[in-house]
């Protein structure tokens, strides 16, 4: 599963891909730091130990992007359009996650609760997991070239979708 870094990237991709990045400076920290907080928060049910679970789904991101379009969170200007952006935000989140190798069972996400409550897996290894056991032998080093892997591999995307959205200029 991915860090922190690697979804906080994804969600602005993601978002970005529908809220098109503010020009004035105020603005894009706040969509910025909206968006990555909402690429990150699936994994707030480690919490309550249901991690992979009802959170990493297609229904928690529809549930998510409703309460956004309806409290008008400043991640776009339209409420259609901020229903969009929390909702790929939300969901790049369990995508990334299916496409890093799970070692923890339940093996994979519940993507499509509440539909179903099958775990998917690509089975594809794009990102290396990310050690929670801070006992475990190489915890610093395997998390920390996990992290810059997952940089090397999402800030390109999230740059160039910055860019072809036609940001211009901080």
């Excluded at 968006?35 to 990493?56: K, N, V």
């Excluded at 776009?76 to 995508?95: D, K, N, Q």
């Excluded at 006992?135 to 995307?157: D, K, Q, S, Y």
């Amino acid at each position: 599963m991915p860090s922190p870094v690697g979804h906080s990237l994804g969600a602005l991709a993601a978002g970005w891909t529908a809220a098109r990045p503010p020009a004035e400076r105020r603005a894009l920290v706040v969509q910025t730091a909206l968006l990555a907080l909402l690429g990150c928060a699936p994994d707030l049910d480690l919490l309550i130990g249901r991690h992979s679970r009802e959170t990493h789904s297609i229904g928690a991101a529809v549930i998510v992007a409703s309460f956004a379009a309806l409290l008008r969170l400043p991640v776009a200007r339209t409420r259609p359009r901020i229903g969009c952006a929390a909702f790929l935000a939300w969901i790049s989140h369990p995508l990334l996650d299916m496409l890093s190798l799970d070692t923890s069972v339940p093996l994979g996400v519940m993507f499509l609760w509440p539909f179903s409550t099958t775990h998917y897996q690509t089975g594809w290894s794009v990102f290396a997991s990310i050690y929670r056991n801070y006992h475990e032998a190489g915890f610093v080093t395997h998390n920390l070239l996990a992290t810059v892997r997952e940089f090397a591999i999402m800030a390109p995307v999230a740059a160039l979708v910055w860019w072809r959205r036609g940001h211009r200029g901080i």
